[in-house]
Structures are given as C-alpha cells and as structure tokens.
C-alpha cells in the first residue's frame, strides 16, 4: 500500500499495460489511414452530386442537333410560326379541296394599318356531304362554278377582335355549320371565302343583309392557309389578317 491508501502494482505490470495500450493505438490509426488512401478513381460520387449531375439534361452538344433537326428541345414546345398579312393575289389553280383535318386559327385585327388585338382557337374542317357541294341559284338551278367543298367549326373567340358573332360557330350541322367554305371560280381570278355564323351559313334561307364575318384565302402552302378578314353588320366594321395552321 502506498501513501493514504493507495494500491501500488508493481512496476512490470504498469510497463507491460503501457505496452499493449500503445500497440492498440497503432493498430487504429493504420485502419484509418489505410481506409483513407483509395484512389480517387475508385471512389464513388455522394449521391447529392450524382442527383444533380442527373438534372443537368443533355450536353450542349445534343440541344444543338435538336434545334438543328428543326425540333425544340426536350420539355419545350416549338413556338407557333409568325403569322403575317399575306400580299400578292391567290394561285389560280388554288382550293382547299382535299384539305379536310384540324387546324390552329389566328386572327389579328388591324386598326389604321397596324396590327391590334389577337383571338386565336381551333378550327375543324370536315368534307361537305355531296348533295350540298353546289349552291342553288334563285331559279332553282346550281350556280356554275361555285362549290363547297368543306364545312367546320371554330372555337374562336371573334368577337375580341371586332368581328360580328353571326350565329353559332360550333355548329357540325352541314346544312348551317359554323364555319362555311365557298370556292368560286367566276370571276377573272378565283376566290376562297371561309363564311362564320350557322345563321349565315343556312341553305335554306338566302340572306341580302344583316352581319357577317368572312375570312378570305390568299396564300396556300402545305401545311398552313392565311388571308385577310372583315366583318360588320351592314358594312365593313372590323378587319385585319388571318392564319391557319394544320395541328400536328
């Protein structure tokens, strides 16, 4: 026993314990160097890091031959094609016969020249039943060279550009449609009317006045139609220009 009651152990004990404690301290601090000392090349990312390596979508590379393919890049629509006031005057070979599917109409009102306010919608073209591809003349006979080769609807809104709702533009019924077209080749150069309003549109009753809306053809291309528009109730109230493209 030692001073105040403290044990004392011999020294070759104390030496031996102090021995072993500094072998084990070693032996750990090996483990830990040994663990640390993987290459880089070996060594997985964290996953946080792999997830945002993820979210950064296809290299530059990729986008590029998208948009050269004439594509928008994943996630992104293509934006719809400019849509312009047509100039020059209509083929004369041209119709719309044969160019029945769905389409995106605009509508752009013009105010001294210069575009103003824009309705845009669908618009549903179907082929016209036989029996109603001729108009019928006051004598009761067709009237030669003008023909309906389509009929439709159309969900746009036209009264936000000015133009005159002349009955229901969602009518499927071919003897009133909504929409109305009408191809004549008796003047000096043919013309393309798309006629709106069931009430306008009525086979069975001929109209000398009241509203109107009518949409007229001057350029035609593969996939799209454009022209000028106007509408009133006895003359002309509103106008501006038109484009249709064919939905893909």
């Not at 993987?38 to 996953?47: F, H, I």
């Not at 023909?147 to 609807?153: E, V, Y």
């Not at 306008?200 to 799209?224: K, P």
Request: negative net charge; proline residues 8%; hydrophobic residues 40%.
């Amino acid at each position: 026993m030692g001073p105040q009651g403290v044990a004392l152990r011999p020294k070759g004990v104390a030496a031996l314990e102090c021995s072993v404690t500094r072998g084990m301290i070693a032996l750990l601090m090996f483990a830990m160097v040994a663990a640390c000392s993987s290459t880089d090349g070996d060594r997985q990312p964290p996953p946080v890091a792999a997830a945002a390596a993820d979210l950064t979508g296809p290299p530059a590379a990729d986008v590029d031959q998208v948009a050269a393919a004439g594509e928008a890049p994943t996630g992104r629509r293509a934006p719809p094609p400019a849509c312009v006031r047509p100039e020059g005057v209509l083929a004369a070979d041209a119709s719309l016969e044969g160019r029945a599917g769905d389409y995106r109409l605009r509508m752009i009102e013009e105010v001294d020249g210069n575009p103003a306010r824009t309705a845009e919608g669908s618009l549903v073209l179907l082929n016209q039943v036989e029996s109603l591809r001729q108009f019928e003349g006051t004598a009761g006979g067709p009237i030669p060279g003008v023909t309906s080769p389509l009929f439709g609807t159309t969900d746009v809104n036209v009264e936000a550009v000015g133009a005159v709702r002349v009955g229901n533009l969602s009518s499927r019924n071919p003897a009133s449609p909504g929409v109305l077209v009408i191809e004549s080749e008796t003047g000096t150069s043919p013309s393309i009317l798309l006629r709106l309003g069931s009430d306008a549109n009525r086979r069975d009753l001929v109209r000398f006045d009241g509203g109107y809306a009518v949409l007229r053809v001057v350029e035609i291309t593969a996939e799209s139609f454009s022209g000028t528009w106007s509408s009133g109730a006895r003359g002309p109230d509103s106008e501006g220009f038109f484009c249709a493209t064919q939905s893909r």
